[in-house]
C-alpha cells in the first residue's frame, strides 16, 4: 500500500495537516489533492473540531502543482480532473478557520494552497512565489486573484509576470503573512505558534468564528458566485 501523502493529527481542538511528499517537495499531486479534501471535509464535520493547521515537512511547504503528473495528462484529463479548482472549492466549504504553517517554499500552487489559508505565519526560512509564467503558464488556481488583493497590482504583477519570489520578510511587509517567526527551530515553533492561535480561535463561538470567516471573505471577493477561474 502506499504511504499517505498527508500527516493528520490533532492537538485539542485543533486539527493538523501537514502535507507529506518530501521527495517532491510535497508537490499537489491529485491523490495528495483528494486526501487534503478529505482531511478538511473530516475536520470540517468534526465538532471536537474548532481550527485547522495546515502546513508542510521538513521540505519546506510545497512546489505547487505535480509537474511530471500534469505533464502526463491529455487535455481532457486534465480539463475533467480539474484538481486545482476542487482544490479551491473544497477550501470555500470550510467554515472554520486555516491556519498556514509556511516553513519553506510555497511556489506555484503551493503559494496558492497558502493564500487559500485564512490566516498565514511564515517562518523566516519561507519564500513565496509564482513561477507558473517560466513554465509556460499562468497561476492556475486562484493566484492572479488573489494575491493582487493580498500584497497589491504592482507587486502582484511583478512576482507573475517575473516569476519571481519574494522573502518570508517581503511577505510580511506586503501583507501576505500574518507573522514571521523566528529562525530557529523553525518548523516546531512556527507550528507550536500556529497551534496556539488556532486553539485560542477555537475556544471562541464556532457560529461565530464561521460569520467572521464568511464576511472577511465576501469582502476578499465582493462576489457571490464563488468560482475562480485561474
Ligand atoms: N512537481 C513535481 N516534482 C517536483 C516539483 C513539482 N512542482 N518540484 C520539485 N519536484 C521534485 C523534482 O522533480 C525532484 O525529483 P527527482 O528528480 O528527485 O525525482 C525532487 O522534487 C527534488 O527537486 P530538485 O532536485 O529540483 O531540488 P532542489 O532543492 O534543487 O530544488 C525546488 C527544489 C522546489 C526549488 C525545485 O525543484 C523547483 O523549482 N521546483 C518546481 C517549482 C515550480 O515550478 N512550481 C510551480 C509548478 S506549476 C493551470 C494548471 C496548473 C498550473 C498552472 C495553470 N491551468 C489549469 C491554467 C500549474 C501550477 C503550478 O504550480
Redesign the pocket.
Known amino acids: 500500500m502506499s504511504e499517505s501523502t498527508i500527516i493528520v493529527e490533532r492537538s485539542e481542538r485543533v486539527g493538523i495537516i501537514r502535507l507529506n511528499r518530501p521527495?517532491?517537495?510535497n508537490?499537489l499531486s491529485g491523490i495528495l489533492i483528494n486526501e487534503l479534501l478529505d482531511a478538511l471535509r473530516s475536520f470540517e464535520s468534526d465538532t471536537n473540531i474548532g481550527a485547522i493547521i495546515l502546513t508542510g515537512n521538513d521540505k519546506g511547504f510545497c512546489?505547487?502543482?505535480?509537474?511530471?503528473e500534469?505533464s502526463e495528462l491529455s487535455f481532457v484529463n486534465a480539463y475533467n480532473q480539474d484538481y486545482?479548482k476542487n482544490l479551491n472549492d473544497g477550501f470555500f466549504a470550510v467554515h472554520k478557520p486555516i491556519v498556514g504553517v509556511i516553513n519553506g517554499?510555497a511556489?506555484?500552487?503551493?503559494c496558492e494552497l497558502a493564500m487559500m489559508c485564512d490566516i498565514l505565519y511564515a517562518a523566516e526560512t519561507a519564500t513565496f512565489g509564482q513561477?507558473?509564467i517560466?513554465?509556460g503558464?499562468?497561476?492556475?488556481?486562484g493566484g492572479t486573484q488573489r494575491l493582487i488583493r493580498a500584497i497589491g497590482k504592482s507587486k502582484a504583477m511583478h512576482m507573475i509576470l517575473t516569476g519571481e519570489a519574494i522573502s518570508a520578510k517581503e511577505a510580511e511587509a506586503a501583507g501576505l503573512v500574518a507573522k514571521v517567526l523566528p529562525l530557529e527551530e523553525v518548523f516546531s515553533a512556527a507550528l507550536k505558534t500556529g497551534t496556539q492561535h488556532a486553539s485560542k480561535i477555537a475556544s471562541f463561538s464556532a457560529p461565530v468564528v464561521a460569520m467572521a470567516k464568511e464576511a472577511v471573505n465576501e469582502g476578499e471577493w465582493n462576489i457571490s458566485e464563488r468560482t475562480v477561474h485561474?
Open positions: 521527495k517532491a517537495y508537490a512546489a505547487g502543482a505535480d509537474i511530471k500534469q486545482l517554499i511556489l506555484g500552487g503551493g513561477p507558473e517560466t513554465l503558464t499562468i497561476p492556475g488556481a485561474y
